[in-house]
């Protein structure tokens, strides 16, 4: 596990205190606060409340898993869940009665679910597997790090003290969303969102006993509102469609739909009500600039984990290939100078000017690569490679599984 000295926290709060201070006083305290105006018409549901969804959590599941936590439950559900991984699996044996029904009913796709359309993601994800995980991966855990509130919620929760099997246990719900079959029976898409969705149920109930996270939360009494959720869905979903424009990566209508409406159902699946996911790109653009594109910002604890997760990224490579300063490059290139210093990120002029040149070289080449008879199919199996190898790292070959936890970070 990734070592912390007391010498590099004294460097992440310099780096975080110098950022906050450039920001001035007034425009700093805006960034705390902004008023919801997003419309409910354009989410999927179509009409709604209106009311913020960061006073908004997951109200049943939340008071369910403070009971379990109070019974001592967390062992023998993480037992009966460890092995249970697909959409069509029976629920495991040994599940408390109540969790076991409210599990039934958190399974179920929404009426509004589209396999057609998920299909067409199925689609697109094959064709551009490693681009969406870079993406998700480095860009979208570099985004991360850079919301304050999602720092410190992981690096004060217990999975904060581990952040290689942290990694893990993100990447298999990553991974069973991108995967073609994702809501197909044989897919994992809609278990390891159940599992996730307990989890974070449970980090609700724990964190408010943390002194540490008390101390830096800034006034919020329960972590990981629906707003919360909201800005994460909108670091990987709507920050990674608009790379891929930006990229001017070849994509159908059809395809661009798809890939937002899985992303529309792993929403749900988490346990967002439907008034308040976009039900097109352009919502989805103009509810992350409302949500996401203002919190953005540093903190100490930020800092320490874009090193801990660069440092991962750099040693997960194969010998000879990626060091930490190309590492450091593909950073800032992908989330750009003012994310990356926020983050703590060393400049790497060299790489980034070289990634920045062959970039566009690298998409046309990958798009015409593509096209070609069978070149998707192996382009996913390369990027499955890529994503099993990744795994045995993180977990040195052990493997691991979402579980729920029963405490904070220990210090």
């Not at 943390?210 to 920050?239: F, N, R």
Request: proline share 7%.
């Amino acid at each position: 596990m990734h070592e912390i000295s007391r010498r590099k926290f004294l460097v992440a709060s310099s780096i975080a205190a110098g950022a906050v201070a450039s920001l001035g006083g007034p425009m700093a305290a805006a960034r705390a606060s902004v008023p919801w105006t997003w419309d409910p018409a354009l989410s999927v549901a179509g009409s709604g409340t209106g009311i913020d969804p960061q006073w908004l959590w997951d109200d049943e599941i939340d008071y369910l898993m403070g009971e379990v936590l109070r019974r001592g439950d967390v062992p023998a559900i993480n037992a009966a869940i460890l092995d249970w991984n697909r959409n069509d699996q029976p629920l495991p044996d040994g599940l408390p009665g109540d969790v076991r029904d409210w599990m039934a009913r958190a399974l179920r796709l929404p009426e509004w679910a589209d396999m057609g359309k998920l299909r067409a993601a199925a689609s697109f994800n094959t064709k551009n597997g490693l681009l969406l995980n870079l993406c998700n991966g480095p860009g979208g855990g570099m985004l991360s790090t850079a919301i304050p509130r999602e720092a410190r919620a992981v690096y004060y929760s217990k999975g904060g003290a581990d952040m290689e099997d942290r990694v893990a246990k993100t990447s298999m719900l990553g991974f069973a969303v991108g995967d073609p079959n994702a809501y197909e029976p044989d897919g994992k898409a809609q278990a390891q969102a159940v599992k996730t969705r307990m989890v974070h149920a449970a980090v609700r109930n724990l964190l408010p006993e943390s002194p540490h996270w008390v101390e830096t939360s800034g006034g919020q009494q329960i972590p990981i509102s629906i707003g919360d959720i909201l800005i994460t869905w909108h670091s990987l979903a709507t920050w990674t469609m608009r790379k891929l424009v930006e990229w001017d990566l070849d994509m159908t209508s059809a395809e661009k739909a798809g890939y937002l409406h899985n992303w529309q159902v792993n929403a749900y699946m988490l346990g967002v009500p439907a008034e308040y996911i976009p039900a097109t790109w352009a919502a989805a653009n103009q509810q992350s600039d409302q949500l996401l594109d203002p919190i953005l910002g540093p903190t100490s604890e930020g800092v320490i984990l874009t090193d801990v997760l660069l440092g991962q990224l750099a040693e997960q490579t194969s010998p000879g290939s990626f060091s930490r300063p190309a590492v450091d490059g593909l950073a800032r290139y992908l989330v750009g100078d003012r994310i990356a210093d926020w983050d703590g990120i060393t400049p790497r002029p060299f790489w980034e000017s070289a990634i920045r040149t062959a970039w566009p070289w690298f998409i046309k080449i990958r798009q015409g690569a593509v096209s070609l008879p069978l070149a998707p199919a192996l382009a996913w199996t390369i990027d499955e490679v890529a994503r099993r190898y990744l795994m045995f790292y993180l977990t040195k070959g052990q493997g691991t599984a979402i579980t729920i936890p029963d405490g904070n970070r220990p210090f």
